[in-house]
RNA sequence: CGGAGCGUGGCGCAGUCUGGUAGCGCAUUAGACUGGGGGUCUAAGGGUCGCAGGUUCGAAUCCUGUCGCUCCGACCA
């Protein structure tokens, strides 16, 4: 994408509404513009990272076993009364009469309404184990909507319910969404830790919440510090129930353990090695049994011909709340720094020089060589100084700089940069070497 | 929902106390110079001061109401 054609409206200066750094740096860099408490317009970079995560929340949630579906933001109201949640959501919960003076509300979450699709399809044993899940646009009410896409009311949200036949099998759908969350956060370059959470609203008794460590978070939470460290999860069997079971016990051997959740005990068991730190809820897992499936009246034929009332977890992780995340964990005093996975575009091709031919044409030359080897690169053709083409560049935080200058075409030379690190010269083609590896 | 604060060109702000017909920086447009970390000069365009009502010869400024936004708290993916 050449900039000169782009739409991206960033800000010298910093919006006097913004209070966190994430919310400042995304209205900086053009990815977002708010329109309501809490409500926003996505911009074309910031559209383009919701995009990088989404997709690689697909992915995961795909290899886990779980199937994409689409509700509708727009639901009824019978189902949650149905549910008894009509009154006990309360007013967090938007609610919307339509012309018919029906009642109606915008999706907060949906279990009702995959547990009735769910029992719409599913008639046997054979249905089950089953995971349906979903990436879409929900809306809380919130009291006091604040930090930006942090806690907005309007948001992006991926939410999966598991379907299961007993609590062995209800436990290894837990289990299964809980190694798909390790994975999904460390591809996206972040380090989320699983910690014991309250079940709230949603209920049941099992759940974990993952946290990204920021000074900026609204949770207090406490940690063995082994939790500081990644987790490899490379040799782990999802299809090994047991195996899967042993590995995780192993890793909550480690205590983890939100505001609400905590246990004293515990941390005087693990000593000198607890954490304290401030965090954001990436996602959450629970398991609450036959809690809506029960409401709802939700049966399959066992294999024996006798009704089965099947178990449910439910499984979320905020998708645009991410965007902000990130750039909490991630970010210096010039903007963010992108991890390589979730960057809107790879490369900041800078030419330093716009009224300079050979640059041009070197310039050009690249970016259509690189954008031909699939890589996404945006291209900064405008007329600046290259004082302002770095700073553009260092905000909206690309993973790489790459730099065409007088000096380096006549030596034969470009420049490449990891965002904030150093500048390395070398041959047009060892940077697109580097760049297409 | 309790407490506090703020709404003035696109953005950041001053002006409000002590009413007299709107100002600064950035951004934008044009031209020139400039060209390796947000350049300089010249010129230009753009706001009726959130909205409504009131007081006054006169209101961004005072009064009343209202809408919106932000912060602290309670609450929360």
């Not at 509404?17 to 408490?37: F, K, N, P, Y």
């Not at 969350?181 to 014991?196: C, Q, S």
């Amino acid at each position: 994408m050449r900039l000169s054609r782009y739409f991206l409206p960033v800000l010298k200066e910093t919006p006097g509404d913004a209070q966190v750094i994430s919310h400042q740096l995304m209205l900086r860099a053009g990815m977002i513009r708010q329109t309501a408490a809490g409500i926003y317009a996505w911009l074309p970079l910031g559209q383009r990272v919701l995009q990088k995560i989404t997709q690689i929340v697909r992915e995961e949630q795909d290899r886990a076993g779980a199937i994409e579906v689409l509700m509708p933001t727009i639901q009824a109201s019978d189902l949650w009364k149905q549910s008894g949640r009509y009154d006990a959501y309360g007013p967090e919960m938007l609610r919307i009469t339509d012309r018919h003076d029906r009642e109606m509300l915008f999706s907060p979450t949906a279990e009702e309404l995959f547990t009735v699709i769910f029992q719409n399809g599913a008639r046997s044993y054979r249905d089950c184990p089953r995971n349906l899940y979903q990436i879409q646009w929900k809306f809380r009410d919130e009291v006091r909507p604040r930090f930006g896409v942090l806690r907005g009311r309007e948001f992006l949200m991926k939410d999966a319910y598991s379907f299961d036949l007993d609590f062995a099998a209800a436990r290894h759908s837990y289990n299964r969404m809980f190694l798909a969350y390790l994975r999904t956060f460390a591809r996206m370059g972040v380090h989320a830790i699983p910690m014991r959470a309250d079940t709230g609203p949603i209920g049941g008794d099992l759940s974990h919440e993952f946290i990204v460590l920021a000074p900026t978070g609204e949770s207090d939470v406490f940690y063995h510090e082994n939790w500081e460290k990644g987790r490899d999860t490379s040799a782990v069997d999802a299809d090994d129930a047991a195996g899967l079971a042993t590995w995780i016990d192993a890793l909550n051997a480690d205590y983890a353990a939100t505001d609400e959740m905590r246990d004293l005990a515990a941390e005087a068991a693990t000593g000198p090695a607890l954490k304290q730190s401030k965090g954001i809820e990436v996602g959450q897992v629970f398991y609450f049994g036959d809690k809506y499936t029960k409401a709802m009246g939700v049966t399959v034929s066992g294999p024996d011909g006798a009704a089965v009332t099947p178990l449910m977890g439910s499984y979320g992780i905020g998708v645009s709340r991410l965007v902000g995340a990130i750039i909490e964990a991630s970010h210096d005093k010039d903007g963010i720094i992108w991890p390589e996975a979730v960057a809107p575009y790879k490369v900041a091709l800078i030419n330093i020089r716009a009224d300079d031919a050979a640059c041009v044409a070197a310039a050009d030359k690249l970016y259509a060589e690189l954008t031909h080897a699939g890589v996404e690169v945006l291209y900064d053709d405008r007329d600046e100084r290259g004082g302002a083409k770095f700073a553009t560049a260092d905000l909206i935080g690309l993973p790489w700089q790459l730099v065409i200058g007088p000096k380096g075409v006549a030596a034969g030379t470009v420049e490449l940069k990891r965002r904030g690190g150093d500048k390395l010269e070398m041959t047009a083609e060892n940077a697109f070497a580097r760049l297409t590896a």
